[in-house]
């Protein structure tokens, strides 16, 4: 039977030690780190999400500036923020909320965001450097589930990993990431041809498709670390991942379940990836 890691247990853990690295900063800076929100339109799920990542700023220590906009304001107002945001030195990370209502031109207004102040990896620049080993911000979801991985003791190196999804959010960050950490790694999507088969060969496999419990038994190996990062709802309304839990549960070495798994990792990594945009303007 397959250990269940969760996210949101592992996150309470490393926001114990970020709290307390800016209690220190308090005493010793004069300023602590601080996380620029943008949200533009009044989409429910982005609201809420918005809230859950003001909320977790809030518990650290960490302060946050909210600019919310109605939908019917320009890309270029929407841009001219952007721009004050990198240039206020008292701002240190800075999170465009996406999707942007439609209309927008998100390509263009992620990479006005100044590199230094990217914290949801998403600019080109931070892209690149994660595809040529640099350092930069890595998007918040891969991170969180490389942190995952090491809290189940799964060693990286030498294993075979799958992951199902390319998104540039979730699937290409992630097995870059795997990949840079010495794992064989394949890249699977909807043309693949055999997907269970593929992942059946896995040790390590990344589920980021959006199709509620899609990963069943016939998709892992006996003994296979399973991070689950689909959100999505199943027939009774409730939250479930891409994988079917319950199927997979006693094959796997270890599991991360939906909710409770990712998510939390997720919100956990933007936090992380403030301070150390604060840390770089320290030094
Ligand atoms: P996208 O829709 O951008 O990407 C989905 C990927 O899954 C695509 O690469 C797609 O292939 C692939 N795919 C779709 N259907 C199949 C299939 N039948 N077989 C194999 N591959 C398939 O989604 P995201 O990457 O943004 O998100 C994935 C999931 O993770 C969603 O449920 C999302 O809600 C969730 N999520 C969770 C987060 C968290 O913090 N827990 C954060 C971000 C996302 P193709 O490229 O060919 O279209």
Redesign the pocket.
């Known amino acids: 039977m397959g250990r269940v890691v969760y996210g949101s247990e592992l996150a309470e853990k490393l926001r114990a030690t970020m709290k307390e690295k800016i209690e220190g900063y308090q005493k010793t800076q004069e300023r602590v780190p601080c996380l620029a929100v943008i949200l533009v339109g009044n989409n429910p799920a982005s609201l809420s999400y918005v809230k859950g990542k003001e909320k977790a700023c809030e518990a650290v220590g960490i302060q946050s500036q909210f600019f919310h906009f109605e939908e019917t304001i320009s890309q270029e107002e929407l841009e001219e923020c952007i721009k004050a945001c990198n240039e206020n030195v008292e701002i240190d990370g800075i999170l465009l909320q996406l999707p942007l209502p439609k209309g927008f031109d998100e390509t263009h207004a992620l990479s006005l965001i100044s590199p230094e102040k990217d914290v949801d990896g998403l600019h080109p620049m931070n892209v690149g450097r994660l595809y040529l080993g640099q350092e930069g911000f890595v998007p ?2 891969p991170l ?1 589930i490389m942190e995952l991985l090491k809290e189940m003791g799964c060693t990286i190196e030498g294993k075979s990993a799958v992951v ?4 540039q ?3 290409a960050p992630v097995a870059r990431l795997l990949q840079n950490a010495n794992a064989t790694v394949t890249i ?5 041809k055999n ?1 269970p088969e593929v992942c059946k060969k896995a040790d390590i496999l990344v589920a ?4 509620a419990k ?1 990963v069943n038994h016939e998709y892992v190996k006996e003994g296979a670390y399973v991070i689950d ?4 709802r199943n027939e009774d309304g409730k939250l479930c991942g ?1 994988v079917d839990f319950d199927d997979v549960l006693p094959l796997a070495e270890a599991i991360t379940p939906v909710p409770k ?3 939390p ?2 919100i956990c990594m933007l936090l992380e990836n403030t301070i150390q945009a604060y840390e770089r303007k320290l030094k």
């Open positions: 918040c979801t969180g199902i999804g390319r998104s959010l979730v699937g699977c999507h909807s043309r693949t997907l980021a498709i959006g199709k899609m990062v689909g959100i999505n891409d798994g990712v998510g990792m997720t």
